[in-house]
């Protein structure tokens, strides 16, 4: 699992410790963003205390998710893993979902961890404003770029490391949290076999989240970036749909 973070110092233990208790044979790479509360020395601490289980990937400050993702799936490509997971560390992704994802990664490419599937849902304790938002977020994303999924922007993901080594990630050019739904877009636009699992999101335990308005309409703007970049993919992809039928 890569677990990217900032200021996560209160978390990341937990979060380690929850999925080691997990009836799975799994790791964990931490992307630290030299977070000033002291996170990528708890790291390096946990790296000592499961020798071989917690990997390390120190960066100078802050340069962005999308970089985070695709630094450590690099690395991971030389190790020989079979599947690679994403996740936050501040418990909105709960840990227990990975056992039935896992299951499920067997039979496909890429399973997505989905609020928006019969099952899956958002915190309670959320406003009534944001959950509108989010779920708006959502549906604005797959209507433009056509996806048949139900959650596109999500975050809580497991591939197959050769679906991730099958794919550009070179042409990947998303620097936010629009960068989920390019690499979903991109799995579509190639033809790998996409599944979802039903999640319950919920809000970070501890900390403060780096969610904001101004994030969201960014992401909205860059959609449709998304779409004109993966344009000659998309064709192709619709041909033989086409040819299929």
């Not at 200021?7 to 979060?15: G, R, S, V």
């Not at 993901?157 to 679906?163: G, K, Q």
Request: charged share 25%; net charge neutral; glycine share 8%.
């Amino acid at each position: 699992m890569v677990v990217p973070t900032y200021d996560e110092a209160e978390n990341l233990p937990k979060i380690i410790s929850a999925l080691f208790a997990l009836p799975l044979d799994l790791g964990v790479m931490v992307v630290d963003d030299n977070s000033p509360d002291g996170t990528g020395r708890i790291a390096d601490e946990l790296a000592a205390t499961y020798p071989g289980r917690v990997r390390v990937m120190h960066r100078d400050g802050k340069q962005g998710i999308s970089s985070a993702y695709l630094g450590a799936f690099r690395a991971l490509f030389e190790t020989g893993v079979d599947y690679i997971g994403q996740m936050d560390a501040d418990f909105s992704h709960d840990p227990a979902s990975l056992v039935e994802m896992a299951k499920r990664i067997e039979g496909c490419d890429l399973v997505l961890g989905s609020r928006y599937i019969q099952g899956g849902s958002t915190d309670v304790s959320w406003p009534l404003w944001r959950k509108a938002l989010s779920s708006w977020g959502n549906f604005y994303a797959r209507s433009i770029l056509r996806l048949p999924l139900r959650d596109v922007t999500g975050g809580f993901r497991l591939w197959r490391r050769e679906t991730l080594m099958g794919m550009p990630l070179e042409r990947i050019k998303s620097s936010g949290y629009i960068f989920t739904v390019e690499m979903v877009y991109l799995a579509y636009s190639l033809g790998f076999n996409i599944q979802e699992v039903p999640i319950y999101f919920a809000e970070r335990r501890w900390g403060k989240s780096k969610m904001s308005f101004r994030i969201q309409a960014e992401a909205a703007v860059r959609v449709w970036q998304v779409l004109w970049a993966y344009r000659d993919l998309h064709r192709k992809r619709s041909v033989v749909v086409e040819r299929d039928e």
